[in-house]
Nanobody, 117 residues
């Protein structure tokens, strides 16, 4: 597996939107879902959303209705559309593609999302 490359972060005002992208080693044959994670300063990394190879999604309660995960297997890219952003969404966002045995794959550098007025 190659290291994921996340992009699309930035500074946005509360209520704004961002679309994150992650180029990673995804496949239509993936057994485990690809996850979007975030880590805020002084906090542990947490799972925000996940998406299976077939496009089934799951979300943490605190982003349901605001974030939407999607993927384009042909482009080896997963996306995270983030709407109605809140200051508490400020974090470094990562994607992760599990290995064939379900362990976490390599981590990328992440992309910084800052929500502030």
């Amino acid at each position: 597996q190659v290291q994921p490359v996340e992009s699309g972060g930035g500074l946005v005002q509360p209520g704004g939107s961002l679309r994150l992208s992650c180029v990673a080693s995804i496949s239509i044959f993936d057994i485990y879902p690809t996850g979007w994670y975030r880590q805020a300063p002084g906090k542990q990394r947490e799972l925000v959303a996940s998406i299976t190879s077939g496009g089934r999604t799951n979300y943490a309660d605190y982003v349901k209705g605001r974030f939407t995960a999607s993927r384009d297997n042909a482009k080896n890219t997963v996306y995270l559309q983030m709407n109605s952003l809140k200051p508490e969404d400020t974090a470094v966002y990562y994607c992760n593609v599990p290995t064939r045995n379900g362990a976490a794959g390599p981590w990328g550098q992440g992309t910084q999302v800052t929500v502030s007025s």
